[in-house]
């Protein structure tokens, strides 16, 4: 079995959208989907977004995030600090032609920023290849048994 911090890092990078959740001034969490535009060696986020965009003021208030991430057979949630950057330098190192759409003036735009997620843990559940079919193949013998199935390296609970 892998390491579960490596197994969930390796996870993640399959993932081209997830949801960030921020918790606005109210107290109220939202959430809204997200291009994942990098995620490092340590599953570590980033995001571009518009420094006029509600989320960036609810950061402001409180860092604290949640980030989840669901294919058909991968799911993840993470949670962890998120800082805006505006560094230039680094959204030109960063810019794709398709964020033209959100940014008219391209990457000078100056709403233009990222939003980097240190993520301190994660958990996943992972149901896809030969795990899916060992969990597939435990899942009927509970069933059979009257019980339930136990997940093995399906699912972790994870510190980064």
């Given at each position: 079995?892998?390491?579960?911090r490596v197994h969930l890092t390796d996870l993640?990078?399959?993932?081209?959208?997830a949801m960030l959740a921020t918790r606005g001034?109210?107290?109220?969490?939202?959430?809204?989907?997200?291009?994942?535009?990098?995620?490092?060696?340590?599953?570590?986020?980033?995001?571009?977004?518009?420094?006029?965009?509600?989320?960036?003021?609810?950061?402001?208030?409180?860092?604290?995030?949640?980030?989840?991430?669901?294919?058909?057979?991968k799911y993840a949630s993470l949670s962890g600090?998120?800082?805006?950057?505006?560094?230039?330098?680094?959204?030109?190192?960063?810019?794709?032609?398709?964020?033209?759409?959100?940014?008219?003036?391209?990457?000078?735009?100056?709403?233009?920023?990222?939003?980097?997620?240190?993520?301190?843990?994660?958990?996943?559940?992972?149901?896809?290849?030969?795990?899916?079919?060992?969990?597939?193949?435990?899942?009927?013998?509970?069933?059979?048994?009257?019980?339930?199935?136990?997940?093995?390296?399906?699912?972790?609970?994870?510190?980064?």
């Open positions: 079995m892998a390491d579960p993640i990078k399959d993932f081209d959208t001034g109210d107290g109220h969490v939202r959430a809204r989907p997200m291009a994942v535009q990098e995620v490092d060696e340590g599953g570590d986020l980033v995001f571009c977004a518009g420094l006029d965009s509600p989320k960036i003021d609810e950061l402001r208030q409180d860092p604290r995030v949640a980030v989840i991430l669901q294919g058909k057979t600090t998120a800082t805006v950057d505006r560094d230039r330098e680094r959204i030109h190192a960063m810019w794709k032609e398709d964020w033209k759409i959100w940014f008219p003036g391209g990457k000078d735009d100056p709403n233009l920023c990222l939003i980097d997620v240190q993520v301190t843990d994660g958990e996943y559940w992972d149901n896809s290849g030969a795990r899916g079919v060992r969990y597939i193949v435990e899942a009927a013998k509970a069933y059979v048994k009257g019980e339930s199935p136990q997940e093995r390296d399906q699912h972790a609970k994870v510190s980064l």
